[in-house]
Each structure stands twice: as C-alpha cells, then as structure tokens.
C-alpha cells in the first residue's frame, strides 16, 4: 500500500520546524529516520495530513558532555553514530551495550535516537533503557521548551506526552555513579528481531557490598515500557546472592509487567522469560558493579 497524500516541508533550522509544527498542529507529523512512521503510512495506520522532515535540521544531531557527569544526545542523531561514539562507551555503557541488538544495520544507519523514543513502542530497547537510566527529555515548541522524565513521557502504546506543535529535540542521560553495573537481557526469535521480552538493569553497591541502589524496566512487557518497581525494592540494602536474585525476578516477573497473548508467545511465557532474564541481568549487572 502507499500512503495518503501529504504536504512536505523540509525546514532548514529547528525553529523553522517549530512554526511549522505550530502552524499545522494535529495534521503534523515530524520525520525523522523513518524507520517506522513512513512504514505505518504506507499502511495508512498513520494518516498525517503533513510531513515535517527534520533531517536537514544539523543543530538536533550531536553527541555532547553533560556538565553533570552525563551524556546530552541530539533527538536526530542516528543509532549508527551512537553505537560507535567514545563518549558513549564511556558514560552511558548500557545504551552503547544495546546499539548493536537494534534492528539491523541498514535500519541503526537511517533510525535516530530521539525517533525512537517518539515512537514509543513497548518493544524498543532504548525505551525501557531510558525509563532505566532516569533520563530526561526535552521537548520544544515555537512557545518555549519543557523537560520531561522518561517515566512521565511514556503514557502507553505509541503514545508519549508530546504535544501536537512540540518536538522532542534532546535527551539526557544522568552519569551513572560509581560501583556501578548493567546489564541488558533479551529473548527474540532470530537475532535483530523485535524482543519477545527483555529487562535492562543498573545496580549500584555500596562500600559494604550492599546495594545501594537498583533501576529496572522491561521491554515487550507490557503497552509502555514497565518499571521493575518491586523488584528492586527486593534488591535495597541487600547483598547479592542467587537467592536475592531469585526473590527480585520473581517479584518483577509477577507484580511489575502487564504482557499479553498474541502470535509470537503467551503472556505465561512471557512471565516465565521476566523471570530467567532478570536473573542473568543481575548477575551481570552485579559482577559488573563488584569488578
């Protein structure tokens, strides 16, 4: 199929492309890599009656230092320049770890950081990476600007809190603190495919061995990305152990993820996966913090 037709505009400048998302309004769509809007139109699940097209807007792509500690990531950096970026590997080794499992080649050298997480699909891993990391999000307007936490952009499928003239032009990424580790778990049918569920991890020990702090979130778990809430609330002021480990996945396998049934595996599956990859997320990500 192929899509309705649409008016296409390719600003030059961010605010060029912000008084066209204010003049347009709900008609608009932006575009960024492409990788899932332009699939869902010509399906015509998505029916935008306009295209702002940001890829000729330079200022959003970049990778920077944050003066925190952290890692600022331009919304229209590709996944391809991510996966390969020093700084990257440096402050924020889950999502360098994550790159490579991202679709395939051909999608991480069009695909962009910020399309991702404005796509909102459950089963992204940079969606549930960013709900695990804490990241912040910044979204403008030709009225101003706001930031919002990953866990208040995510409402539920394919739906964010982006307002119809905003663009989400810049993401965060808090430094992570010392004795730190991580881990990312997946289960997928062939390599590069869409998880059939997946938990990414940071655990945080302090200088008794205990932990001090844990973040959890699961992807293809639910609508939205979950927040392994109870989970890590088994793990604080614990010593790891197997036994701990047991404790924490089971508590996020059954109270902290909604799966459902459909074609590729039953929602009692899917618990059964939570359960597994929480584990081995752990003992990665604990041996990490510990090394």
Not at 88 to 114: C, K, S, W, Y
Not at 183 to 188: G, H, K, P, R
Request: overall charge negative.
């Amino acid at each position: 199929m192929k899509p309705p037709p649409f008016e296409y505009f390719a600003p030059a400048s961010l605010d060029e492309a912000l008084a066209l998302m204010a003049e347009h309004g709900w008609d608009a769509k932006p575009l960024a890599g492409g990788q899932s809007l332009i699939p869902m139109m010509n399906f015509r699940l998505a029916q935008p009656e306009v295209l702002v097209d940001l890829n000729p807007v330079g200022e959003l792509a970049y990778i920077r230092p944050a003066d925190d500690g952290g890692v600022l990531i331009g919304a229209m950096t590709r996944h391809k320049v991510v996966q390969f970026d020093e700084l990257i590997a440096e402050r924020a080794p889950l999502v360098h770890d994550a790159m490579p499992r991202i679709a395939t080649h051909q999608v991480r050298n069009r695909g962009t950081f910020g399309g991702s997480l404005a796509h909102a699909d459950p089963a992204a891993e940079l969606v549930s990476i960013s709900l695990t990391l804490n990241a912040r999000l910044k979204l403008q307007s030709a009225s101003g600007e706001r930031w919002v936490a990953a866990e208040d952009f995510f409402l539920g499928l394919f739906t964010t809190a982006l307002e119809p003239e905003e663009i989400l032009t810049e993401i965060h990424l808090p430094p992570m603190p010392g004795r730190s580790g991580w881990s990312l778990q997946e289960v997928a049918r062939r390599p590069h495919d869409f998880a059939l569920m997946g938990v990414a991890a940071v655990v945080t020990l302090d200088e008794d061995g205990r932990c001090a702090a844990a973040s959890l979130s699961y992807l293809s778990a639910g609508d939205r990305p979950m927040k392994g809430e109870h989970a890590s609330q088994v793990l604080l002021g614990e010593k790891p152990s197997a036994e701990l480990f047991r404790a924490a996945a089971e508590a996020g396998a059954s109270q902290d993820i909604e799966p459902s049934d459909d074609i590729h595996a039953s929602a009692e599956f899917r618990r059964h996966l939570a359960n597994v990859l929480t584990r081995r997320a752990l003992e990665e990500a604990f041996a990490r913090a510990a090394a």
